[in-house]
């Protein structure tokens, strides 16, 4: 069984100019090795010189490294920010507990929540 495919159809329809063009490549190849040869060693060398001088970009490497220090210590500055903003919460929640575990609250009560809660939504608002 001969499955049809791309290639196979590409293969029938161009099988002629693929055998005129390999036979013409084989009959230089044959002919003039050494012209061929010298061909790619020069190829090689104008590579070599392309690789190592004309496509070569120079990069500071001083202002890679300021960038990732600026970055590193804005990060360490916002930990002891983190840090504080946490403390705040923990100390609201622990008055928190005490004021809702009273049998029964009165009005001074109810506004110590409010101003807890107002507080816990100021540290929310600048979390940034």
């Known amino acids: 069984?001969?499955?049809?495919?791309?290639?196979s159809e590409l293969k029938k329809e161009f099988s002629g100019s693929f055998k005129k063009v390999s036979n013409l490549m084989?009959?230089?190849l044959v002919?003039?090795?050494?012209?061929?040869f010298s061909l790619m060693i020069a190829f090689l060398a104008v590579s070599l010189v392309f690789c190592f001088s004309l496509l070569r970009h120079e990069i500071n490497p001083l202002v890679e490294?300021?960038?990732?220090f600026s970055h590193i210590d804005s990060g360490v500055s916002q930990i002891g920010s983190?840090?504080?903003?946490?403390k705040q919460v923990l100390e609201i929640q622990a008055s928190l507990k005490a004021?809702?575990?009273?049998d029964s609250l009165n009005n001074a009560d109810s506004l110590m929540i409010r101003s807890l809660l107002a507080r816990l939504e100021k540290i929310q608002l600048?979390?940034?």
């Open 99 to 102: 004021i809702l575990q009273k």
């Open 1 to 7: 069984m001969n499955r049809i495919t791309v290639i």
């Open 31 to 36: 002919s003039r090795p050494k012209t061929i």
């Open 126 to 128: 600048h979390k940034n």
């Open 65 to 68: 490294e300021k960038k990732v």
């Open 26 to 28: 084989r009959s230089k």
């Open 82 to 86: 983190t840090a504080l903003k946490l």
